[in-house]
Nanobody, 128 residues
Framework: VQLQASGGGLVQPGGSLRLSCRAS????????IGWFRQGPGKEREGVGC????????SYADSVKGRFTIFRDNAKNVVDLQMNSLKPEDTADYYC??????????????????????WGQGTLVTVSS
């Protein structure tokens, strides 16, 4: 199982960016996929997650209404569309495959217990 995240970069406040997480080595729909981020001096936190097969999503309050997760099981890709970006969104962003009930824990403190594999981080910098 491998995940590859891409799409990070520098964007001005109020701008948009779309991250992609490409999965390989497993059947689409076997894992829920979560997006996480880790800002400077901060702990890694859940941003949003999408369920294994029915496309149900959940988001952290800090990004709700601004970020949207899309899943294309045919291509085994999960995208994170980020709009109205703020300086506090600056972080390394990671995608992860979540096993079992991981979808229900992705925004809490126990998400580490359900991570099957992490993708590498992609840096998002929001600055003028």
């Amino acid at each position: 199982v491998q995940l590859q995240a891409s799409g990070g970069g520098l964007v001005q406040p109020g701008g948009s960016l779309r991250l992609s997480c490409r999965a390989s080595g497993f059947t689409p729909g076997v894992y829920a996929i979560g997006w996480f981020r880790q800002g400077p001096g901060k702990e890694r936190e859940g941003v949003g997650c999408i369920s294994r097969s029915d496309g149900i999503t959940s988001y952290a309050d800090s990004v709700k209404g601004r970020f949207t997760i899309f899943r294309d099981n045919a291509k085994n890709v999960v995208d994170l569309q980020m709009n109205s970006l703020k300086p506090e969104d600056t972080a390394d962003y990671y995608c992860a495959a979540l096993k079992g009930d991981g979808y229900y824990y992705c925004l809490g403190k126990r998400f580490h217990e359900y991570v099957e594999v992490w993708g590498q981080g992609t840096l998002v910098t929001v600055s003028s």
